[in-house]
């Protein structure tokens, strides 16, 4: 997923096997992209360490998604899964 910030450089958003890494844009075609402007690049970034729901920030305006819908769900919802503290289960 490229990652596109108003006046910054370019970068992709690669997830490979559950590791997700972020790099220089190498022009490599990619299936989404997510932009926001440089005012809301905290929010960009909230959504990438899964901080922020994704559908929260982009009805805010604070960020916007481009491309396969589908793959832009699983990437921003599995980091967001990724990110939340797993919660013990009870034993009986």
């Given at each position: 997923?490229?990652?596109?910030?108003?006046?910054?450089?370019?970068?992709?958003?690669?997830?490979?096997n559950g590791?997700?890494?972020?790099?220089?844009?190498?022009?490599?075609?990619?299936?989404?992209?997510?932009?926001?402007?440089?005012?809301?690049?905290?929010?960009?970034?909230?959504?990438?360490?899964?901080?922020?729901?994704?559908?929260?920030?982009?009805?805010?305006?604070?960020?916007e998604a481009?491309?396969?819908?589908?793959?832009?769900?699983?990437?921003?919802f599995g980091?967001?899964?990724?990110?939340?503290?797993?919660?013990?289960?009870?034993?009986?």
């Amino acid at each position: 997923m490229r990652l596109e910030v108003e006046g910054q450089p370019t970068r992709v958003l690669e997830v490979t096997n559950g590791a997700v890494t972020i790099h220089d844009d190498d022009g490599k075609p990619v299936k989404a992209v997510m932009s926001s402007s440089s005012e809301n690049e905290a929010y960009l970034e909230r959504v990438i360490r899964g901080e922020l729901n994704p559908v929260v920030a982009a009805l805010q305006s604070r960020i916007e998604a481009k491309g396969d819908p589908p793959f832009i769900a699983r990437v921003l919802f599995g980091l967001q899964a990724a990110s939340s503290p797993t919660t013990p289960s009870a034993e009986v």
